[in-house]
């Protein structure tokens, strides 16, 4: 057996496995549990922002809190305005004053409401996400027992196609068993194809002069396009 047919010996294991290998990656099973895995990461970020936000609406409200109070405070001392007003004040510089506090409570109800609405809506959305993010917590555990089940079910097959592997690689000079490994890792496949009227047969891209000969020889040339080794049938 000549080196190209070893190699090509040894491929045909080898997409058996990579067949084993895109059946978990491309299961139903893996995108469920990437789905679950990305929800609860983005909402356990989510709820983390709201827990940040509940707290500057606390803080918010804290300070809507003394704001009153001041304005409370200010109305307090109008309680004795007939006094003043017996004693010769001035009605004039408590109207004003008095247009100034409502215009304060005006925009203090104003903000009331608005905050009101915004820890009522934060609040809502909290108590969604928590609920939804605890079921897909709970859905993710199965999902992941699931994968794991059709992991070690691959894992068996797959031992016994690299097992055969193995074996074939033995015939195989490991610098070229080296090359193809690497080629293999730039998810290149397959990696040794024919040669088809003097062209790639996977690209279709020609082959250099140089190379046409070297086929003729036996040996193997890469495509300058799709990097693949190519040797003659
Ligand atoms: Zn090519």
Do not use: W
């Not at 068996?156 to 068993?177: G, T």
Request: aromatic share 6%; charged share 35%.
């Amino acid at each position: 057996m000549t080196y190209v047919e070893k190699l090509l010996k040894y491929q045909e294991a080898d997409e058996k496995l990579l067949k084993v290998e895109r059946e978990l990656a491309g299961s139903q099973e893996r995108k469920n549990l990437a789905q679950a895995v990305n929800f609860v990461t983005k909402a356990t970020e989510r709820l983390e922002a709201l827990d940040g936000k509940a707290l500057s609406l606390a803080s918010t409200l804290e300070e809507l809190n003394k704001k009153y109070a001041d304005v409370s405070e200010t109305l307090a001392e109008f309680e004795n305005l007939d006094e003043l007003l017996e004693g010769g004040a001035d009605i004039s510089f408590y109207k004003k004053n008095l247009a100034q506090i409502s215009e304060k409570l005006k925009s203090i109800k104003q903000e009331v409401a608005a905050l009101t609405k915004a820890i009522k809506d934060s609040n809502e959305e909290f108590q969604t996400l928590y609920t939804k993010n605890r079921a897909m917590q709970k859905q993710g555990k199965e999902y992941q027992e699931a994968y794991e089940k059709l992991k070690a079910e691959k894992r068996k097959e797959s031992d016994i196609i690299k097992a055969e592997l193995a074996k074939l690689s033995q015939d195989v000079a490991p610098e070229v068993m080296q090359r193809y490994q690497s080629k293999r890792s730039e998810r290149i496949f397959p990696i040794l194809c024919p040669e088809q009227a003097g062209r790639c047969s996977k690209c279709g891209s020609e082959l250099s002069l140089a190379g046409k000969e070297k086929l003729l020889t036996g040996g193997v040339v890469e495509c300058d396009n799709c990097h693949r080794f190519i040797y003659k049938p």
